[in-house]
RNA sequence: GCGCUUGUAGCUCAAUUGGAUAGAGCGCCUGACUUCGGAUCAGGAGGUUCUGGGUUCAACUCCUAGCAGGCGCACCA
């Protein structure tokens, strides 16, 4: 149940029976007006913009207009006590005790769904997020990109949508190339005790290399390892299948579970770039010929040569971009074309690609090739992670400049575990660059937003823990013949909030919002619970007992900061 | 040079999808509690929302021209 929906529809309502009275002259679409929560000092419950949006094409000012409208409101609606006119020409309505109360009795009935917008329609969203190249285990960088698209697709879920989680697995191409080279190395390292070219710029270095290389020799015992090009091709997807066991590792320690692993050789393997190709040529997108050397790079080593392009100019990239290398391979860039048609072509209503900040050069073109393959645009939106900054005893903590040894998901887990790297990740929004600060994360203070959050869910805990009672029970009451005062109804205003935040939240995909809500709302209750410190008739528990009033409005609070605890991935502990 | 992105309090950042006197945390200055109702709370100081122009009843938000930082500008992925 969305409060403020209900009343923007009917204060449309009333608009258009006045309207046909005569009394009121209104445009054709009736946007723009607006019902929510004003600010606290206002001391009212909901504020509605409607004479400041009418006041142009009724030729009233906006203050007159309002005192004309407020009357019709308030005859509409027996729940409410007054209406005030303030400055620019907002109506504020406050209403009788009741109506908190009556919010409160829908939110018993309908605590498990609230907060759902059900009132809209269901779309089939397909995520693709981290695809981090099957070269090794992820690192920091690959985090934030991560936990953004699990918190996203967990919250369209929430809100009743349609969600695959994908991965595309790039196994094939250059990298990949000289990571099965590495592996080869090190594998001869251990079998014939050649030293492993630690110097040469184009291998994987990592020591994790050495572990992959002796789980093949002891599983592939047959294998001929004195002949790279005998064993090359069985050796490549031995390699990423071995990378692409840590990377799952990884990612499973972070709660992220992925439906679909697409593997770019196998695309490849079945003609499916030649198919999205020869797609795009019957739409007159692709040619062939030249494109100009890069600008502002070292290009000495570039070669003009005829060869096959995509149109992305067509759609606002700065030039057209190449499908196939002077070998004859697909470029990253054409199977890539391949993999969204293969999107396409399931059916998706909504596109979703979250990339780093690194590949946000990229968004243009395969944006652009999706709207070629799609006939229509913004089928695909792309969100940007932007980078993590690690910081240590006040310092940035940089990592070593020897290629390979990189601060990684494991090493980020041991210091300070799931929830803090889930939680902390979502402190900003993904467009800001975020500082991660170690000693921060682990801190029990008001400065760290876990904590803060979880330690408010902890204190309900503990009043249902007194009362033998368990916080995860439903409640039945009979009878609702109670009030809330004006610090409960400040709280619970925040609450009836929770459906639109889920609904921005939604449609930004911004999932930050989402931690930012839980964390005004934790302070709230913070200072709720403190008024009891001094004022035992403020403290939930007397005589060792909870009136209902309470017992509910706590059951309220808990269920709104688990559901988003649940949407971010992260434990609420009823104990700390 | 071009593209994307960010610019809000001393610092790190929010801002109800264009609303009211722009809000939090940290830091600074007071105060409450002396605590398993335990990591908490109350108050104070601190602002030309980078700059100029425009749209609007209303702009941190949208448009436009600049300035400054970040990222990117491949036949790599």
């Not at 920091?140 to 349609?162: E, P, Q, S, T």
């Not at 067509?314 to 070998?327: E, I, M, P, S, V």
């Not at 939240?505 to 989402?514: F, N, W, Y």
């Amino acid at each position: 149940m969305n409060i403020f929906e209900q009343y923007q529809n009917k204060i449309k309502k009333i608009l258009l029976d006045f309207s046909k009275t005569g009394g009121l002259i209104l445009p054709n679409k009736l946007d723009g007006i607006t019902a929510e929560i004003p600010p606290i000092k206002f001391n009212s419950d909901i504020s509605t913009n409607v004479a400041m949006v009418l006041s142009k094409i009724n030729k009233k000012d906006p203050m007159s207009l309002a005192n004309i409208l407020s009357d019709k409101i308030k005859n509409y609606d027996p729940l409410i006590d007054e209406i005030s006119i303030i400055k620019p020409g907002f109506i504020n309505i406050k209403f009788k005790p009741i109506f908190w109360t009556n919010f409160v009795k829908t939110l018993i009935k309908d605590s498990k769904t609230f907060g759902i917008n059900k009132s809209e329609d269901k779309k089939k969203y397909l995520i693709e997020f981290v695809s981090a190249n099957p070269t090794g285990p992820l690192h920091v960088g690959h985090c934030r990109g991560a936990i953004l698209g699990d918190v996203m697709a967990n919250v369209l879920k929430f809100n009743n949508h349609n969600v695959t989680k994908e991965y595309y697995v790039n196994d094939y191409g250059n990298q990949i190339k000289n990571f099965t080279k590495s592996v080869y190395l090190r594998i001869r390292e251990i079998v014939f005790k050649e030293p492993f070219p630690i110097n040469n710029e184009d291998l994987y270095p990592g020591d994790y290399l050495i572990d992959i290389a002796k789980n093949i020799i002891n599983s592939e015992k047959k294998l001929n390892f004195n002949s790279f090009d005998e064993i090359s091709n069985q050796l490549t997807s031995l390699s990423t299948t071995e990378a692409l066991k840590l990377i799952k590792k990884n990612l499973n320690s972070l709660g992220i579970n992925h439906d679909n692993f697409i593997s770019e050789k196998e695309l490849v393997k079945n003609n499916e770039v030649e198919k999205a190709i020869e797609f795009l040529q019957k739409k007159n997108f692709i040619y062939s010929g030249k494109i100009k050397a890069p600008i502002g790079e070292d290009n000495k080593n570039w070669i003009e040569r005829e060869q096959l392009l995509f149109k992305s100019s067509d759609f606002g990239d700065d030039k057209d971009r190449a499908l196939q290398k002077g070998d004859g391979a697909w470029t990253y860039f054409a199977s890539d074309v391949a993999y969204h048609k293969n999107k396409l072509d399931r059916k998706y209503d909504q596109l979703i690609n979250i990339l780093g900040a690194d590949h946000a050069g990229y968004i243009k073109r395969i944006s652009s090739s999706v709207d070629a393959l799609s006939n229509s645009k913004g089928k695909l939106i792309c969100k940007v992670s932007q980078l993590v900054k690690l910081i240590k005893d006040k310092k940035p903590f940089k990592m070593s400049k020897r290629k390979g040894d990189y601060i990684t998901v494991d090493d980020l887990m041991n210091e300070v575990g799931k929830d803090a790297i889930r939680f902390i990740m979502l402190n900003r929004s993904s467009d800001v660059e975020l500082d991660f600060d170690f000693d921060n994360v682990i801190e029990k203070s008001r400065d760290n937003p876990l904590y803060y959050v979880q330690y408010s869910y902890a204190r309900i805990a503990s009043v249902f823990r007194n009362l033998d009672k368990d916080i995860k029970s439903n409640i039945k009451i009979e009878e609702y013949d109670f009030y809330y005062s004006k610090d409960e109804t400040n709280i619970l205003k925040k609450i009836s909030e929770w459906p639109k935040c889920i609904d921005i939240t939604c449609q930004k995909l911004e999932p930050h919002r989402i931690q930012t809500y839980l964390y005004e709302l934790a302070s709230l209750f913070h200072s709720y619970w403190n008024l009891g410190k001094n004022n035992p008739e403020k403290r939930f528990i007397s005589d060792e007992k909870i009136s209902d009033d309470k017992l509910i409005f706590l059951k309220i609070i808990s269920n709104v900061i688990k559901s988003g605890m649940d949407i971010i991935g992260v434990s609420a502990p009823t104990k700390m």
